[in-house]
């Protein structure tokens, strides 16, 4: 009975896409139906849940160099889509109004349509960073605010493509490229290691351009609440459901990040230095002082003995190789 219901659910939703489609896309990767990207975020949730307990009992993996060449890959992808979002119409003649999708097969409109698949195969590429995070150990990275974001968006976006390729919900994707364009850029500088941190000041203002971005995107659509204007409502509520989600979640980090941390360090009491404790073995030997002997104005100066430049050379190598290891 159960599987009956389920598989007449499946049809409809099979009949619906069939009549309100974009014919556009069809062919295009991952486009005929929802099921494969489907089926993709589920295997990307067991990776979640499992991932973690089969690195548990390992050593994380060292994974700068595949970090450098991936993040610096998302920049070029990102900053791809910026420019191709202002061509297909941001920057190309889209207003901030009632702006409906161009369903025609014009240049700029095609762009359009291509750019928005681009954007929504993104979000698969991006799953890399969670399973980046599992091999690495870093367990307080996956968030639920992470999880969430990389979960919802391939689904949100494989109903944008399908039948809004365009038009006035493309706006927070236009904005989002251009955040993710500045966060790659970010996470790629930091896999270079502890040596590139004092260029990387900027690290907080980073959740502060998503919540202006998802600010800025609930103000866009808000507009439609008093005007006529023929795009799809359905669309509408979607970007603004999960666009005021991402604000609430984006909102609390930046609180628990930033603003409690800072009232946490400011409220404790600074701390009495304690005696410092010596061990006796590792006191230096006291030797009896030796008066060195007079020397003449004339005398040469003391060059070092190879064992000193030996040991400078040392500590030249320990502090080069220093610098070189990622957190």
Same mark, same amino acid.
């Given at each position: 009975m159960m599987a009956q219901i389920i598989m007449e659910y499946i049809q409809r939703w099979d009949q619906l896409v069939e009549e309100y489609k974009d014919p556009r896309a069809d062919g295009w990767l $991952? &486009?005929?139906? *929802? !099921? %494969?990207?489907?089926? &993709? +975020? $589920? *295997?990307? $949730? +067991?990776? +979640? !849940?499992v991932g973690p307990k089969l690195m548990e009992k390992r050593q994380p993996f060292q994974l700068r160099e595949v970090l450098i060449v991936y993040n610096f890959a998302m920049v070029l992808l990102s900053l791809y889509m910026v420019v191709q979002f202002g061509r297909g119409g941001w920057l190309n003649g889209y207003t901030l109004g009632c702006q409906l999708v161009d369903y025609s097969n014009s240049p700029k409109a095609m762009i359009m349509l291509k750019v928005c698949w681009w954007f929504y195969f993104s979000k698969f590429i991006e799953m890399w960073d969670t399973f980046f995070f599992i091999l690495r150990k870093k367990k307080s990275q996956i968030s639920f605010l992470h999880v969430f974001h990389h979960s919802i968006m391939p689904f949100t976006w494989w109903v944008g493509v399908r039948f809004s390729g365009g038009g006035l919900g493309t706006f927070h994707a236009f904005l989002n490229s251009f955040i993710h364009f500045l966060m790659y850029t970010y996470y790629g500088l930091a896999a270079f290691g502890p040596k590139m941190q004092k260029y990387l000041w900027w690290k907080k203002y980073m959740t502060k351009m998503q919540l202006i971005q998802f600010t800025v995107v609930l103000i866009h659509l808000s507009q439609l609440l008093f005007i006529d204007c023929a795009y799809p409502s359905i669309f509408v509520w979607i970007v603004g459901s999960y666009g005021f989600a991402f604000l609430v979640l984006f909102l609390n980090f930046y609180m628990q990040a930033y603003i409690r941390k800072g009232q946490m360090a400011a409220s404790q009491p600074p701390r009495a230095r304690s005696p410092r404790m010596v061990n006796p073995r590792s006191r230096p030997t006291v030797r %009896? @002082? +030796?008066? %060195? &002997? =007079?020397? %003449?104005? @004339? =005398?040469?100066r003391r060059i070092p003995t190879a064992t000193a430049i030996i040991n400078w050379i040392d500590v030249c190598f320990e502090l080069v190789l220093g610098v070189q290891d990622i957190s």
């Amino acid at each position: 009975m159960m599987a009956q219901i389920i598989m007449e659910y499946i049809q409809r939703w099979d009949q619906l896409v069939e009549e309100y489609k974009d014919p556009r896309a069809d062919g295009w990767l $991952l &486009m005929d139906s *929802a !099921w %494969p990207g489907s089926f &993709m +975020v $589920l *295997a990307y $949730l +067991v990776i +979640v !849940w499992v991932g973690p307990k089969l690195m548990e009992k390992r050593q994380p993996f060292q994974l700068r160099e595949v970090l450098i060449v991936y993040n610096f890959a998302m920049v070029l992808l990102s900053l791809y889509m910026v420019v191709q979002f202002g061509r297909g119409g941001w920057l190309n003649g889209y207003t901030l109004g009632c702006q409906l999708v161009d369903y025609s097969n014009s240049p700029k409109a095609m762009i359009m349509l291509k750019v928005c698949w681009w954007f929504y195969f993104s979000k698969f590429i991006e799953m890399w960073d969670t399973f980046f995070f599992i091999l690495r150990k870093k367990k307080s990275q996956i968030s639920f605010l992470h999880v969430f974001h990389h979960s919802i968006m391939p689904f949100t976006w494989w109903v944008g493509v399908r039948f809004s390729g365009g038009g006035l919900g493309t706006f927070h994707a236009f904005l989002n490229s251009f955040i993710h364009f500045l966060m790659y850029t970010y996470y790629g500088l930091a896999a270079f290691g502890p040596k590139m941190q004092k260029y990387l000041w900027w690290k907080k203002y980073m959740t502060k351009m998503q919540l202006i971005q998802f600010t800025v995107v609930l103000i866009h659509l808000s507009q439609l609440l008093f005007i006529d204007c023929a795009y799809p409502s359905i669309f509408v509520w979607i970007v603004g459901s999960y666009g005021f989600a991402f604000l609430v979640l984006f909102l609390n980090f930046y609180m628990q990040a930033y603003i409690r941390k800072g009232q946490m360090a400011a409220s404790q009491p600074p701390r009495a230095r304690s005696p410092r404790m010596v061990n006796p073995r590792s006191r230096p030997t006291v030797r %009896p @002082t +030796v008066r %060195p &002997m =007079a020397m %003449p104005e @004339t =005398a040469p100066r003391r060059i070092p003995t190879a064992t000193a430049i030996i040991n400078w050379i040392d500590v030249c190598f320990e502090l080069v190789l220093g610098v070189q290891d990622i957190s």
